[in-house]
């Protein structure tokens, strides 16, 4: 077979053009094509007047060979590669089964991968089964109320099961991992069309009953999890030339597990667990992550913005936008996690705080788009000297914002227009704020760092010269915004292990090593096959 890519048509092409410029960029005759099957469409809308659809297409034609001579210097006809998953090993027999701790996208496929190849793994985590977990998170939208042990954060499927669902990532792998990850996603029940779409998504709904999907096969495969079961110790032995290892875990309710390989999915917001590694000495670091709020604007906006006439084009969906600006104080903002059609979302996993997040489902027909809207944090700069430091940085800011939305997990809010006049908001106007369980007009530069109040203002109105009405005086901020990553990096070596922990694999984005639902399960695969590797003779 025969990938062809960069095969460009237009907009509203009909279905018989993509095989007859198949032909016609091969220069072969409609005969000779056998089959074609679509690969990967994107869309190119740099020119909204004329929108064109950007095909990677594989091909069976009847002399492959030929053809393909007359395109060897051509990088956009080659064979086709192979993206099938190739397992590494098969367990061996008399080990310990390795634990892994946290279900979120890291964790599930560092399970997922070990139970495949027959290790059949413990996996851990501090809060619920997604269902019960979604009945406690939509508690704190609803009604206000906070369950620090199961909400956005904490619970299988971890946060992003409460996200727009996005599966692309920038990670190039010679390996196709990613293509992996999403083929495991359509056989738990995610739609087939992730697997050519340029950016797929899922959204939340969704992705409540792919991860059920994915339980079951791992415990079909001899899995075992354990919920309610939060890691708060580890067990370390050092021996006579000061090496370091893991040999079991403690939890919170009295238990211990005995194991020589533990893996680190924790997510982003374990911000005791990062505490409780940190005194026990594995090795972390400090790690940039940014600060902001969430900006909304009615979806019809950025589609036409985007769009023009084709706005609403049900091939295009509801547009994106990726933008950032660096500003004249050295910082730079940008736009992080858009959602388009989404709502924002009480992010939260401790009392007395306020953090926002976006989600959106599949359809992603609600009314409002939103985005992070972020300036970037440089720990050295910001807070030296500390690895822990980023920590107490969020949590300055986020109870800052739980008292200036009214100490009752409504959030701060503020239209354009007033922040960009330096006056509270005293109202809200024509763009209705989508956050629950609700919002409190305020200033928002009472619970954000001067230096990102400064370049905030500043990036305002260049977006509005890239997006139409990004900068209009009603469109609406949320604050704040502080989980855009982990604010540490579990550091390991080049066999995925902690440099100073011998067994202590650190893995995904709370490990400061992945960023998104796709990336971290990519990585989650890298980890499983190095606990393989590790245990095999």
Known sequence: MLRLTELTLSLHHADEELPAAICKRLRISPRELIRHVVARRAHDARDKSNIKLIYSVDVNVKDEGTVLARFRKDRNVQPTPNTAYKFITQAPTGIKRPVVVGAGPCGLFVGLILAQMGFRPIILDRGKVVRERTKDTWDLWRRGVLHPESNVQFGEGGAGTFSDGKLYSRIKDPRHLDRKVLTEFVKAGAPPEILTEAHPHIGTFRLVTMVESLRATIEGLGGEYRWQHKVDGLDISVDGAGERRVQGVHLANG??????????????????????????????????????????????????????????????????YHISHHCKNGRTVYSFCMCPGGTVVAATSEEGRVATNGMSQYSRNERNANSGFVVAIDPERDYPGDPLAGLAFQRHWESLAFVAGGSNYKAPAQRVGDFLAGRPSTALGSVVPSYRPGVTPTDLAACLPDFAVEAMREAIPVFGRQIAGYDHPDVVMTGVETRTSSPVRFTRGDDFQSLNTAGLFPAGEGAGYAGGILSAAVDGIKVAEAVARSLMP
């Open 255 to 320: 238990e211990y597990i005995e194991a020589d390989r533990v893996v680190l999915a924790v997510g982003h917001s374990a911000r005791d667990t990062f505490a409780m590694l940190h005194a026990a000495g594995v090795h972390v670091e400090a790690k940039p992550f940014s600060i902001g709020v969430r900006i909304e604007h009615p979806q019809s906006w950025i589609d036409t913005s985007r769009f023009g006439a084709n706005a609403g084009n049900p091939i295009l969906g509801a547009a994106e």
